[in-house]
């Protein structure tokens, strides 16, 4: 399909009826930026009800890795279903599970054996990581950061800080949790300049929270996102994770890193973390990973799930047919789509950036590969966050045709399918543009 293509005003009727019905019987919690309703996609093109055909920059929140409806995973989906839908691999065998295992091990970013816990989603990967944390060292702190984002269930929620909607009314959270910043560079939380900036915000963990809050050796792990996600696509300097990993090692610390949104090639590496050459002991991912279908995965050195039987478990995860779906995206993900990722990544970033000349709304842009982050500032010198700008510039992308979406309080994100042509990044920067300059002219 050829996109942008749009054929009637947006939202068009069938849409609006839709819309209509969804709000009658759909839970009120969930956050749609826009009026758009598919019918069908194909590869980093989706149609609505209407017949109008955008420019899908979004991918489901960075999900559909190989594109909408890829026929070599379809296949494999098809195949699979005509076999069997589920078995509980809590309680029996069956050949997907072991196969994506395999897959997973040859993949693992660490030295050594690995072994792999199945879940549906990626909270219940990180439910399931802050689980054999506490488990394997017999300890009960886990360190996080400020901006991340590790999901919506209890155990991940007390963990996330990336907004504070996401936690209002659910208090009070998990016993044991403590933020300290992340190493937002564009926007230093110990005052240095973007240049200048490095892993200094890691002396607030080890000179405050290590010291008056927290004994080192009642600390289970750290859990980072290697680029944050849902905190505004920030690229930390390679600084941080290093002294990140020699803090974990001197203290006994598992160090946990969650690639939910960042593993599976969205960086143009199998695993962001490789973009930074440290070894985690444990590895959280989903997204991605089965090009669509629910499938979550704790990956973590074979010493450190050593858990026993009945230890943890999950009736639906690892779901034959979501298995074979990821053997199937892991296939297409080595073939081509990682190295595609890094080279239309490279382009896609270098067109964002040469936009900051022409637009004074840009602050900052950031990225691996296909996670690229645009900040929005009213100010470049302040850095005041243009937060109603940039919701208008996603909503004008929409209006011209491309599904663009938000991260953070003030910053797009493109995170399109990793099969994103040079072309269709070039057709996704001229509507940026387009945006840019409608909500600019509104000021």
Not at 145 to 159: D, E
Not at 179 to 205: I, M, Q, W
Not at 331 to 346: F, T
Request: glycine share 10%; hydrophobic share 40%.
């Amino acid at each position: 399909m050829d996109a942008p293509n749009l054929k009637t005003a947006l939202p068009g009727p069938k849409a609006k009826a839709l819309i209509e019905r969804d709000g009658k019987v759909v839970s009120p919690s969930y956050t749609r930026d826009y009026p758009f309703v598919i019918a069908r996609g194909e590869g980093a093109t989706v149609e609505d009800v209407d017949g109008n055909v955008f420019l899908d920059c979004a991918a489901g929140i960075a999900v559909n890795s190989t594109g909408h409806a890829h026929p070599t995973v379809v296949a494999a989906i098809v195949d699979q279903a005509h076999k069997f839908l589920h078995m509980s691999g809590t309680d029996f065998y069956y050949e997907p599970q072991v196969k994506l295992g395999e897959d997973l091990a040859a993949t693992a970013p660490m030295s050594g054996p690995v072994k792999t816990f199945y879940a549906n989603s990626g909270t219940e990967a990180n439910e399931a990581a802050l689980k054999l944390a506490r488990y394997k060292t017999g300890r009960y702190g886990i360190l996080g950061f400020l901006g991340s984002f590790h999901g919506r269930t209890m155990g991940s929620l007390s963990l996330t800080s990336s907004r504070a909607i996401q936690r209002r009314g659910f208090g009070p959270m998990q016993g044991g949790t403590f933020h300290a910043p992340y190493a937002t560079c564009y926007r230093c939380p110990v005052g240095l300049t973007p240049d200048r900036c490095g892993a200094e915000c890691l002396e607030f963990l080890e000179e405050q929270i290590l010291v008056h809050l927290i004994s080192p050796d009642d600390v289970a792990a750290v859990l980072v996102e290697p680029i944050q996600g849902e905190g505004g696509y920030v690229v930390p300097a390679k600084a941080f994770h290093e002294r990140l990993r020699a803090l974990t090692t001197k203290h006994g610390m598992l160090l946990m890193v969650d690639e939910v949104q960042s593993g599976m090639g969205r960086t143009g590496k199998m695993w962001a973390i490789e973009h930074f050459g440290v070894e985690p002991d444990v590895i959280t991912a989903a997204k991605g990973i089965a090009s669509g279908l629910p499938l979550g995965v704790t990956i973590a050195r074979s010493e450190v799930m050593a858990w026993p039987p009945g230890a943890h478990a999950s009736t639906f995860g690892g779901n034959p047919v979501s298995c074979a779906a990821a053997i199937a995206t892991i296939g297409l993900l080595r073939d081509s789509l990682v190295k595609n990722a890094a080279e239309v990544g490279e382009h896609l970033l270098a067109g964002l950036r040469a936009l900051k000349d022409k637009h004074p709304l840009i602050g900052d842009v950031r990225g691996k590969g296909l996670m690229v982050g645009v900040e929005l500032v009213r100010d470049r010198v302040t850095k005041e966050r243009a937060t109603t700008e940039r919701n208008a510039v996603v909503d004008e992308a929409f209006h011209r045709g491309m599904l663009i979406l938000g991260a953070g309080r003030n910053a797009v994100r493109f995170s399109p399918p990793l099969v994103l042509s040079k072309a269709q990044a070039d057709t996704a920067i001229r509507i940026f543009d387009e945006s840019l300059t409608a909500v600019t002219a509104k000021k």
